[in-house]
């Protein structure tokens, strides 16, 4: 048994438990007991005083193919390399506590094999949900990324390709349903689906009990997302009137903004590709306004960075909490509840992680401070636990 000793703990996400200091009881991998502090005796004692003490983080938006170089370089590099680095990267964001994301996109399908790695223990890490390679039309660019696309060009190509990513153990499926930023060849507002295929991927997903992601820039692409039940709207940029109401209604489809990217190549545009940063010049703002008008609309929204498309990304989550904070105008608590209760909801695992619960995996991380108050906080971590285990890599 290990108890965390007089944690600070949030009410928004230890829900059943009255006050707001606390000892966790672990047994195994699992929380048994929340309980007012200093009632526990016996066991490891982890004194917790002046940490806030969160369940683990959720990184719903990540790429640990991708580290922020030249892409092209990237595309020579081999399958086991890549690996070995992605798992390193995959480190990286544990030791910042988060202890679970979602990989949406690898050359390969390298991070569906280092998932299943992490889970049979031939590797400390976070648990990785997986889509795999990015379902994708033909389309101009697309060689940019090498392997990381799987092209499909009617309704049953598309089944194919899902029926086949299911088939190698990705948790979700990915598709481009418009252009993107970083494709040279990609106008990111414009839809680059049909209709029908867009709703055979989500028709053949639920046929094998996987959970759909739709890289999703432009304002009708995210309404026909919407429409065809995608579960994740990836960037969800261009929001308008209509688009707000459509998530508010549906109760099955939710944004995931990623703000840290577009911020980085405006802030930093030395060195980057020239279309990163005039299409960012073009986008961000109005991604600012369509976030502050969901906000105070009651959106629910998830957490994600979109680590590994630029450089010292990855655990580097800090990077979005601020931009949501200073440009979007959510509060510290807000940002942390998507990145923990949110994310879990959406990524249909609640039922394990996501807020301090007995019964629940003991993935928890503590930070020195307030980071509900200061977000800046999350970036003094004091102790990451895995289930039940704490991380020392």
Partial sequence: ????????????????????????????????????????????????????????????????????????????????????????????????????????????????????????????????????????????GNEFFGTMYRECDSPMEYRKAVRRQYQLGADWVKVMITGAVMNPGGEPGRLIVTEDELMEVTKTARLVNRPVAAHCVGTSAIKMA?????????????????????????????????????????????????????????LYGQMVEALRAARVAGVKMGWGMDAGVYENSHGNGIYEFRARIQDAGFSPLECLIQATRNNAEILQISDSVGTLEPGKQADIAAFRGNPDQDIEALDDVELVMKGGSLIRI
């Fill in 1 to 140: 048994m290990t108890v965390l000793r007089n944690c600070r703990v949030l009410p928004e996400l230890t829900p059943g438990f009255d006050g707001d200091r606390a000892d966790i009881v672990i047994e195994g991998a699992k929380i048994a007991e929340i309980l007012p502090t200093k009632t526990v005796c016996g066991g490891q004692i982890l004194d917790m005083t002046g940490n806030t003490v969160l369940p683990g983080l959720i990184e719903a938006h990540v790429h640990l193919d991708l580290c922020g170089m030249s892409t092209f370089e990237e595309n020579t590099q081999s399958d086991v390399y890549r690996s070995m680095r992605a798992l390193k990267l995959a480190q990286d964001n544990l030791r910042r506590g988060y202890t679970t994301i979602r990989d949406l996109g690898d050359r390969g399908n390298i991070i569906i094999e280092l998932s299943k790695a992490i889970r049979d223990q031939y590797a400390v890490g976070p648990d990785i949900l997986t889509s795999g390679v990015i379902l994708t039309p033909t389309e101009a």
């Fill in 226 to 282: 919407i429409r065809c039940g995608v579960r994740t709207i990836e960037h969800s940029t261009l929001m308008d009137d209509e688009c707000i109401r459509m998530y508010l209604a549906s109760g099955q489809s939710f944004p995931i903004p990623t703000m840290g990217p577009m911020h980085n190549f405006l802030e930093f545009p030395e060195g980057k590709p020239a279309h990163y940063v005039e299409k960012s010049k073009m």
